[in-house]
């Protein structure tokens, strides 16, 4: 049982460092990572002003494994004007 339990927590494990972050620095960049993320992965937003910004994900996230989309640094990204989120 123990055994079983290494194998379970190693595929977990392994998952998690196979998961991607997308570094990206304008919309352009954005829209490539949108195309490219599966579940687990995370979309990191550079620091500085965004505007307009148009996030359509596709295929969504779990509970276990999330689409993460956050700021490079917290409270040095800003977003401005309209913000449109899809998923």
């Known amino acids: 049982m123990r055994s079983i339990t290494t194998i379970c927590f190693l ?3 392994s998952a998690t ?3 991607a972050e997308y570094r990206v620095a304008d919309e352009a960049a954005l829209d490539e990572a949108v195309k490219k993320v599966v579940l ?3 979309i990191v937003l550079a620091s500085g002003v ?3 910004v148009n996030l ?3 295929g969504g996230g779990t509970s276990e494994k999330p689409i993460t989309v956050r700021a490079e ?3 040095k990204t800003r977003i401005l004007g309209n ?3 899809e998923y």
């Open 11 to 13: 595929l977990s494990w």
């Open 17 to 19: 460092l196979m998961a």
């Open 40 to 42: 687990g992965d995370s």
């Open 50 to 52: 965004w505007n307009d």
């Open 56 to 58: 359509r994900l596709r």
């Open 73 to 75: 640094e917290p409270g």
């Open 83 to 85: 913000f449109r989120f």
